[in-house]
């Protein structure tokens, strides 16, 4: 029961953060698509991990560095939000999943399939 219990807290900051995000005023953040593609907090509510993808890939540093600069913000108004017991501390992660899915499509797309039909 605990982990549907988690479940729903992770979704529950995911859905917080978007809405959280539109309103960092770091140039950083605010200059690029950010989505929040996933959110793993520990059982304890101490920690959540925050997986993070970006529109454009030469804006990753940068996008990381505001975000971790807008964590105190953030999880302030997380914590109001939410009225949890504890507020778990932000650590941020790039998901490259998308890009890695892309990739992986391009590779599929570019294979020769032989027309062989003999039965």
């Not at 971790?68 to 501390?89: F, I, N, V």
């Amino acid at each position: 029961m605990a982990s549907n219990r988690i479940n729903r807290i992770n979704e529950e900051i995911q859905k917080a953060l978007a809405e959280l995000l539109r309103n960092v005023k770091d140039p950083r953040v605010s200059g690029t698509m950010i989505s929040i593609t996933r959110v793993e907090t520990t059982p304890d509510l101490r920690f959540a991990k925050i997986y993070v993808s970006f529109l454009e890939e030469s804006k990753i540093k940068d996008g990381i560095k505001g975000l971790e600069s807008a964590g105190g913000y953030l999880r302030r108004e997380l914590g109001a939000a939410l009225q949890l017991r504890h507020t778990p501390q932000l650590n941020w992660a790039v998901d490259d999943s998308i890009t890695y899915g892309a990739k992986m499509l391009k590779l599929i797309n570019s294979l020769e399939i032989s027309d062989d039909t003999e039965d």
